[in-house]
């Protein structure tokens, strides 16, 4: 999240919210945001979501996800929100999305949280 300049703006149990400003380096030839930042940042707040319901000594990877991007995003910042769906002991179910600051969805995301244990070290 460092090499997209993404910040964490609000996180309460079962959501996450990300915040990725507008950079050149973060665009693609048409000046919009890259398909793999607004895919970054929604897997991102889908993860710290889904570790917000684990227990103390989770931790979490993605299982799968499936990105729907909806139209080009423009705008100078977008918001990823990632809420928990459904959560298991193992699997934890989370849906994303992307606006602007107007509300303008860009894309969606589902996708699925594994809950593994921390290992000494780690």
Known sequence: MKTLGAKI?????GEVKIQCIKKDNLTQQHGYFHAGVLTSIMDVACGYAALSV??????VLSVEFKTNLLRPANSKLVVATGKVVKSGKTLVFCEAKVENEQG????TMQATMICSQKKNGN
């Open 104 to 107: 303008i969805l860009y894309s």
């Open 54 to 59: 684990m227990s103390k000594n989770s931790d």
């Open 9 to 13: 703006l609000a996180i309460k149990e």
